[in-house]
């Protein structure tokens, strides 16, 4: 019964398709703990902890776990990013529905925690590329990536193991910003985003054309150039 009543977001969805059977699950701004409840009901996870810095979600997670009669596998916990975990705790970390920079200082701030995580699934709802270059930065190798439209938000979804950082890039600068995987596969909602976001950039440029300051001028060249690097990308 219950299982039926838990929907998903096909955002969060995204993200629970790629826990690993079998994985003791940390979901850092977990929310109301939908996802980790969501993840045990479905067979994906053994255990997890449920991490919320706020209160008013930490109380809404603990309410949704016992609801679900599931406070003996979900741990709620209250603390900043992987404060919540002890070293060796999960091998499975997801953070979404936050923006890219700081979900790469919550991995900063708590790089002791990792040691013993296999996967890491994140999901930025705002500059993807700073996760891209943290991971990259810190010996993860992205091995998988999703874009998806929702509510008519565009979301991506990052996955990463240990590995060989460099691998899934042939022209890293570009595909640092657009996801290798995601420039491979290109799909309607990529085609949407990079429109817009071509579109926005060419805006900027013809707002600062007649620009006289220094950082003006420079900021206006930085456009030129990150417009021209992604339109050479999208044409190959």
Same mark, same amino acid.
């Given at each position: 019964?219950?299982?039926?009543?838990?929907?998903?977001?096909?955002?969060?969805?995204?993200?629970?398709?790629?826990?690993?059977?079998?994985?003791?699950?940390?979901?850092?701004?977990?929310?109301?703990?939908?996802?980790?409840?969501?993840?045990?009901?479905? &067979?994906? %996870?053994?255990?997890?902890?449920?991490? !919320?810095?706020? +209160?008013?979600?930490?109380?809404?997670?603990?309410?949704? #776990? $016992?609801?679900?009669?599931?406070?003996?596998?979900?741990?709620?916990?209250?603390?900043?990013?992987?404060?919540?975990?002890?070293?060796?705790?999960?091998?499975?970390?997801?953070?979404?529905?936050?923006?890219?920079?700081?979900?790469?200082?919550?991995?900063?701030?708590?790089?002791?925690?990792?040691?013993?995580?296999?996967?890491?699934?994140?999901?930025?709802?705002?500059?993807?590329?700073?996760?891209?270059?943290?991971?990259?930065?810190?010996?993860?190798?992205?091995?998988?990536?999703?874009?998806?439209?929702?509510? &008519?938000? %565009?979301?991506?979804?990052?996955?990463? !193991?240990?590995? +060989?950082?460099?691998?899934?890039?042939?022209?890293?600068? #570009? $595909?640092?910003?657009?996801?290798?995987?995601?420039?491979?596969?290109?799909?309607?909602?990529?085609?949407?985003?990079?429109?817009?976001?071509?579109?926005?950039?060419?805006?900027?440029?013809?707002?600062?054309?007649?620009?006289?300051?220094?950082?003006?001028?420079?900021?206006?060249?930085?456009?030129?150039?990150?417009?021209?690097?992604?339109?050479?990308?999208?044409?190959?």
């Amino acid at each position: 019964m219950f299982v039926n009543e838990l929907q998903l977001s096909k955002r969060l969805q995204t993200v629970a398709s790629f826990i690993p059977k079998g994985s003791v699950l940390a979901d850092i701004g977990s929310d109301h703990a939908y996802l980790p409840c969501y993840a045990y009901l479905h &067979g994906y %996870i053994t255990k997890a902890i449920a991490g !919320e810095v706020a +209160d008013g979600p930490f109380r809404s997670a603990k309410q949704q #776990v $016992e609801k679900s009669g599931l406070s003996h596998v979900i741990s709620v916990r209250k603390g900043d990013g992987l404060q919540v975990v002890t070293p060796n705790e999960v091998d499975c970390i997801t953070i979404a529905g936050m923006g890219g920079t700081l979900i790469s200082n919550i991995l900063e701030n708590g790089k002791e925690k990792l040691e013993n995580v296999k996967r890491l699934i994140l999901q930025p709802n705002v500059g993807a590329h700073i996760v891209r270059q943290w991971l990259l930065n810190n010996e993860w190798e992205l091995i998988d990536e999703r874009i998806l439209e929702e509510d &008519g938000q %565009i979301y991506e979804v990052l996955v990463a !193991e240990r590995g +060989d950082p460099y691998r899934p890039y042939t022209q890293l600068h #570009v $595909e640092l910003l657009l996801g290798p995987f995601l420039l491979k596969e290109r799909n309607e909602v990529f085609g949407k985003k990079w429109d817009m976001e071509m579109k926005h950039w060419q805006n900027v440029i013809e707002q600062l054309k007649h620009a006289k300051t220094e950082e003006a001028m420079e900021k206006k060249q930085r456009f030129v150039e990150t417009l021209q690097m992604v339109e050479e990308a999208l044409k190959r």
